[in-house]
């Protein structure tokens, strides 16, 4: 600025500070600030510095973005695939293309641009190769970590599925990269490009230049072509344990400065249902919940509360209820819970939880995983108590009450009533000790009931010799009606050759001669001398059916093992299993 200037400057002259700028200068200072010139020939006002920010005052980051991995070290869960890059990158074998996949929320954007930097990192002196260790400090690791740099392209498939998108890649391939070692295309969502796009992609997708790496994100790795697959080298990234979710968020929380309880952690981890971020969400909102408080502490009350999740001291007296058969304290259970804002599905779900936990505790032999004592003795006592078989019934019981809950227009109706279920079903005898207990009686010998008085053998079928084969070829013939009618009102007395004699069951009164012996006539071809009876007769064939069918069922009653049922369950009943279609419309579907 030149010296004539300098008095008017403010910063030189402090008297200065207190006259307001002329009309002209003001004027003068807005035409210089759009078109450019003359600012060293206008005095300006020059504001005093503003003081620096406050920490306060900067924009919040969510814990999911703050604690973002910007190495392979803090990539968790991940170890295999990390190996694997690190073997490529030391060999020099590196792939054109990477898909990384896996549910939400574990890392696969996050390990894309960890790839981005491990291939472009120059290190802090600017002499550095591809590495598994990016420095973070040079210049393509800090501009890929704010999303800036020029040789590094993210694109989002889900907003640019069309081919037109793709054709602008394709293009751009073939130019060098600008700064870096290799030019990086990060294409989140893939399966969302269309069939064009990915047809568009796939000879660049083959062959693409030595200087182009193209790394593809996706959750639903079913939905991609084929031919796209077999291009890439693939990458499942895993769902993070419990144990690891915890662990990490208790680290987060330590950073944080906030104190967590562990059962808070581990409830936040079993909500995250193996993804990073969605626990770290969870664990944002529980620690502003917990501020909420004034304690600013994250426990695990406050996070049931805002879960909806069930006590699990809750948990237990309801399964406790469930095997002693209350139903009345059951249903006083459900309602207590569904009153403190508990849905029916986490109540179904968090019984689901106990009883696998049991299982697992009574398999594993030692002392149960649990976050309390008071948790470890009572999975440590059912799980001595219960036998496997119950609580794998136990487990189908719940399972199949979870899903009626989750289609149910009533969820804590049909909680209630599945629960009920549950609690009935466990009233039934083990099926193991009722086999054994049959076996049992069986062996001991169980006297059968008397037989009723009155019973007579069955009548010899005799007088039907032919009739049965004679009835078939009326049948076969296309006389549908006749040969049911011959097959369940006609009783035998007399057949011989062209002569029939026959009586008429209780249900038939009509006379059927006339039209028996026009058929007969249209079958063997000669005519027929038919008389009807009043009385007489062999059984017809529908009654030999049924009589040989309750021949069967005395037998099958008469077997040991039936008898010891019976001795042991009084009211059971005997359900006839014979599917085979009886004559006539009076099909045989007898309970005895």
Known sequence: MPDSQNPDNPLDNPEAEDSAPSAAELEAAGQNSM????????????????????????????LARKYRPQTFSQLIGQEPMVRTLANAIERDRLAHAFLMTGVRGVGKTSTARLIAKALNCIGPDGQGGPTIDPCGQCEPCTAIAEGRHIDVIEMDAASHTGVDDVREIIEAVRYAAVSARYKIYIIDEVHMLSRNAFNALLKTLEEPPAHVKFLFATTEVDKLPVTVLSRTQRFDLRRIPTELLQSHFGWVCGEEGVEAEEEALHMIAA?????????????????????????????????????????????RRLLGTVLDGDAKALLAGIDEQYALGVEPLALLRGLMDLVHRITVAQIGGGEPDAPTSEE????????????????????????KGYDEVRQAPDPLVSAQMALLRVLHAADLPDPGKLAKK?????????????????????????????????????????????????????????????KLAYALTDELSEDPS?????VLLKVTGRRWEVIKLDVGGAPSLRELEEIAHAEAEAKMRAH?????????????????????PASGDRAWSKRA
Not at 35 to 59: L, M, R
Not at 277 to 306: C, F, P, Y
Not at 384 to 399: D, V
Not at 566 to 580: C, K, Q, V
């Open 376 to 399: 470890r003795a009572a999975l440590a006592d059912w799980a001595g108590r219960l036998t496997a078989g119950q609580l794998h019934r136990l487990w189908q019981l719940l399972l």
């Open 271 to 315: 909500a995250a249902e193996g993804s990073v971020r969605d626990g770290l969400s969870i664990l944002d909102q529980a620690i502003a919940h917990a501020d909420l408080g004034g304690e600013g502490k994250v426990t695990a009350e406050r996070v049931r509360d805002m879960l909806g999740l069930t006590d699990k001291s809750a948990q």
């Open 560 to 580: 040991p093992l039936v008898e010891a049922t019976f001795a042991a369950f009084p009211d059971a009943e005997l359900a006839d299993g014979d599917n085979t």
């Open 35 to 62: 078109f450019g010139g003359a600012q060293d020939t206008v005095p300006q006002p020059v504001a005093a510095p503003a003081p620096a920010p406050q920490a306060s005052s900067q924009p919040y980051r969510v």
């Open 514 to 518: 006339p039209e028996l012996r026009d």
């Open 438 to 498: 049959l076996e049992h009686l069986a062996e001991t010998g169980v006297q059968a009931a008397p037989a009723a008085s009155g019973e007579t053998s069955s009548p010899a079928p005799s007088a039907a010799l032919d009739w049965k084969g004679i009835v078939e070829r009326i049948d076969q013939a296309g006389h549908l009606r006749v040969a049911q009618l011959m097959r369940d009102w006609i009783r035998v007395e007399t057949l011989e050759d062209g």
